[in-house]
């Protein structure tokens, strides 16, 4: 069974960083490219990082590029995302996830974690 596991999310003041690591198990991790995702309220699913299963090409849409950095370590099943120079428009729920699918809403992804940044 896939099995996607975040933690490290929690409150922050503008500015701030929070590092975010989400467990993997259940599939061969190193195989698979992986992402993170996030869901603020009222909003859609959005995604904020892609990494390629070899971990050297990474990927961001513009609203995150430069703040936010993704990493694995195909060694431990463990997939990262640092979070630095946060906003307030990060709010939200972030979720690692597995893109197996064309539509996002429908991608393997875990709980998630949630990640409040207010002054």
């Known amino acids: 069974e896939v099995q996607l596991v975040e933690s490290g999310g929690g409150s922050v003041q503008p500015g701030g960083s929070l590092r975010l690591s989400c467990a993997a198990s259940?599939?061969?991790?190193?195989?698979?490219?992986m992402t993170w995702v996030r869901q603020a309220p009222g909003k859609e699913l959005e995604w904020v990082a892609r990494i390629n299963d070899g971990g050297d090409k990474t990927y961001y849409p513009d609203s995150v590029k430069g703040r936010f950095t993704v990493s694995r370590d195909n060694g431990k099943n463990t997939l990262s995302l640092q979070l630095t120079s946060l906003k307030t428009e990060d709010t939200a729920i972030y979720y690692c996830?597995?893109?197996?699918?064309?539509?996002?809403?429908?991608?393997?992804r875990g709980p998630g974690t949630q990640v409040t940044v207010a002054s």
């Open positions: 259940g599939f061969a991790f190193r195989l698979h490219t």
């Open positions: 996830a597995r893109p197996d699918a064309s539509d996002l809403a429908r991608w393997t």
